[in-house]
């Protein structure tokens, strides 16, 4: 059996599996509303029953059509599993080999480790009342709940990935050369691997949340706005340095220490690992939330009680699906686009460029890029920091969101400042010596997009933001349904920039990549520029995760305070200012963390455009990554000669078949052939390729995607 038929054989059953989910739920809707009157306790039992398993089974199913796609535009035997990485040790940068280099860079990996860890140990001991520290241990039970439930899932989605991975690389595409009984404990092993980087750090991110949660509630009490501003993101700091360190750490000791014949099998079952455990946390954390916000909502307008009222039990897990959607999703997320735009890039390098010196040199050079930029994230946080300090320790008003902006650009400019010395000290010579530039001023374009979509997205989402108003004054005066219009046309108006601008960024990082320079190293430059602009995009990684948890923490301090009740604990005043030497302020503790939770809100919505533009260019690196390699195998390596041809007139020998397919179609047009075939055998080589790249060149612009290469 094929793979193409395997293809459609699992889409088949997939369908067949939708169709299936729809007809259980839709009857076990009907039987949980009385329709039809029917249907007894038992039956109900054993529908929502089956549409459990079903619905499991059914999204199971679909990520497996995935994979089976994947299968069916395989290049050659086990695909990216069959990658041989280069001796990093053949190439020397400083004084040392590439390999010594990047061993030293695992350090510096740990060190982003322990700053994480160090700052989950300074939030756990800030000074906390009791009763906010109950409630945010009472959220974190419920945290916990969702992620014991959500791990469940996943490991029995893996399960059925599994069956899949061992079909396709044990019996459809073994890898060539490697037994397969080495090979398929590898993928599945370091699949678990990229589900436990992924799960552990949603776990660890919705920890030191509900940690800083209650402390930010308690240090508004002073009515002072800086500690309101430096706990959150403290408490994101944490999470992004901690993320990002282990992405690195792990990708690091595959490069390092795992057989350069095997690391193949470990990346590519690493990627599946936390694509999947992220896919189920961002998608399954979304829901949650604006289900449970719903339902909180729902009770407030029903029983006419305010948002944070104690006595609504939807509040708990509203505060629990802002750490789910917005803390959980984000950080999975990130993890997955870190990684997977690493192997995406990896894989190019090995296969799009030839020389094994040129291939190390670039491979060391992203790494170290990559923790280069960890340490940049570091410098940024502590250098805005101690300017935040200084500008606003002890004021009675600050604006939340100017350190916050602040922060986002200080760390764009150092990650891009750092990018080209880094570039320039690595790989000066490399090609004809403009190509360290070329390739610095390509990710520049990522990062500088880390800080301009912020400013986008802060025109239609800031607090001060005229369509904020509008939308305000829509609903005041045309009630909901203008409200919901108003909203709309502004959401839209925001995509159209946002979208503009990543087009822009990566057309700049399109024209950095033409040229010979680039050409002469490697195949499709323009397609490894765009997983550089991906690249540029995770590079100011932890500051990104950092603005994000911010919005959940400042909106779960607001709850916490409410749900809390701590303005009618009896002697509360007396027994604050004796334990913490706080003179209280309630009032103002109320507006500082309502003006708090509009600049988290802000924020939010600047850091998922942001992810989401990652994803989308490395998505696009990606799909044409793999689209050249479809065509590379259906023609030879042939996809981007027409250009050799233009460009200089170097050629090369075309496979036997393809030159006979060349004369033929040169035949056809009819045009002197006989007297070009009197030129000599040479000349003639070079007419049939010649017809055949034409041909090519003819059936590649059908896809609009080729127009632009």
């Not at 595409?173 to 699949?191: N, R």
């Not at 923790?371 to 500008?391: E, K, P, Q, T």
């Not at 002890?394 to 891009?416: H, Q, R």
Request: aromatic share 10%; glycine share 10%; with cysteine.
């Amino acid at each position: 059996m094929s793979v193409n038929a395997w293809v459609w054989f699992l889409v088949a059953v997939s369908a067949l599996s939708l169709i299936a989910v729809w007809l259980f739920t839709r009857k076990a809707v009907a039987s949980d509303t009385g329709i039809p009157a029917t249907h007894g306790i038992g039956e109900r039992m054993t529908s929502n029953l089956f549409s459990r398993r079903w619905a499991r089974f059914a999204g199971a199913m679909a990520t497996l059509i995935l994979l089976g796609q994947g299968a069916a535009f395989a290049e050659t035997g086990g695909g990216e599993a069959n990658l041989t990485l280069p001796d990093l040790r053949s190439v020397n940068f400083f004084g040392m080999t590439g390999h010594a280099l990047l061993t030293i860079g695992l350090l510096f990996c740990v060190g982003g480790l322990l700053f994480g860890l160090a700052i989950y140990v300074q939030l756990k001991n800030l000074p906390v009342h009791r009763t906010m520290r109950e409630i945010s241990e009472l959220i974190y039970e419920t945290c916990k709940t969702y992620l014991v439930t959500q791990g469940k899932f996943i490991l029995l989605l893996w399960v059925f990935i599994a069956v899949i991975i061992s079909l396709y690389f044990g019996y459809l595409k073994p890898v060539p050369g490697k037994s397969v009984g080495v090979t398929l404990p590898i993928i599945l092993l370091f699949s678990l691997v990229g589900i436990a980087g992924s799960y552990g750090v949603a776990w660890f991110g919705i920890r030191v949340n509900t940690f800083a949660n209650s402390r930010t509630a308690f240090a508004a009490l002073r009515g002072k706005p800086y500690p309101c501003y430096a706990i959150p993101l403290k408490s994101g700091m944490s999470i992004g340095m901690l993320l990002i360190s282990v992405e690195l750490l792990i990708m690091l000791f595959i490069l390092l220490f795992i057989p350069r014949d095997y690391a193949g099998p470990c990346f590519i079952g690493f990627a599946i690992g936390e694509s999947l455990g992220a896919a189920a946390l961002r998608i399954a954390g979304g829901i949650f939330t604006k289900i449970a916000d719903i339902g909180a909502d729902l009770m407030k307008i029903v029983f006419k009680i305010k948002e944070d009222d104690a006595r609504n039990p939807g509040v708990i897990a509203d505060c629990t699906g802002d750490n789910a959607g917005d803390s959980v999703g984000p950080s999975a997320d990130g993890f997955e686009t870190y990684g997977v735009t690493g192997v995406a890039l990896i894989t190019f390098i090995l296969l799009a460029v030839k020389e094994p010196t040129t291939q190390v040199q670039l491979l060391v050079w992203i790494f170290v890029m990559r923790v280069f930029m960890l340490l940049s994230s570091a410098g940024a946080y502590f250098l805005n920091g101690a300017i935040a300090h200084a500008r606003y320790a002890g004021k009675e008003e600050m604006d939340f969101e100017a350190p916050l902006t602040s922060l986002v650009w200080i760390t764009s400019i150092i990650s891009i400042i750092v990018t080209y010395i880094i570039s320039y000290l690595m790989i000066p010579s490399l090609g004809d010596g403009s190509v360290w530039w070329k390739l610095a001023s390509i990710i520049s374009c990522g990062t500088l997009a880390g800080a301009v979509i912020p400013e986008f997205v802060k025109i239609f989402t800031s607090t001060k933001s005229i369509h904020v108003r509008e939308v305000v004054k829509s609903a005041q005066e045309g009630g909901a349904s203008l409200g919901i219009l108003s909203g709309f046309v502004a959401g839209n108006f925001s995509a159209y920039w946002l979208g503009l601008c990543m087009v822009a960024l990566m057309g700049m990082g399109y024209y950095f990549s033409t040229g010979p320079s680039m050409a002469v190293l490697m195949l499709a430059p323009a397609v490894f520029a765009f997983g550089l602009v991906a690249f540029g995009f995770l590079g100011m990684g932890p500051v990104t995760i950092a603005v994000d948890s911010y919005g959940p923490v400042t909106d779960n301090a607001q709850s916490v305070y409410e749900l809390s009740l701590i303005e009618n604990v009896p002697g509360i005043e007396a027994e604050l200012k004796k334990d913490y030497n706080i003179d209280v302020r309630f009032e103002r503790a109320k507006h500082l963390l309502e003006e708090n939770d509009g600049a988290g809100n802000t924020f939010k919505a600047t850091a998922k455009p942001v992810l989401i533009g990652t994803a989308v260019v490395g998505a696009t690196f990606s799909v044409a990554r793999a689209l050249h390699a479809r065509f590379d195998h259906r023609w030879g390596n042939d996809l981007l000669v027409h250009r050799r041809f233009h460009a200089g007139g170097h050629h090369r020998r075309l496979p036997r078949s393809r030159v006979h397919q060349g004369e033929h179609q040169t035949r056809r047009r009819g045009e002197g052939i006989g007297h070009r075939q009197q030129e000599g055998r040479g000349n003639l080589h070079e007419v049939r390729a010649e017809g055949h790249v034409q041909h090519l060149h003819r059936r590649l612009l059908r896809y609009p995607c080729f127009r632009i290469l």
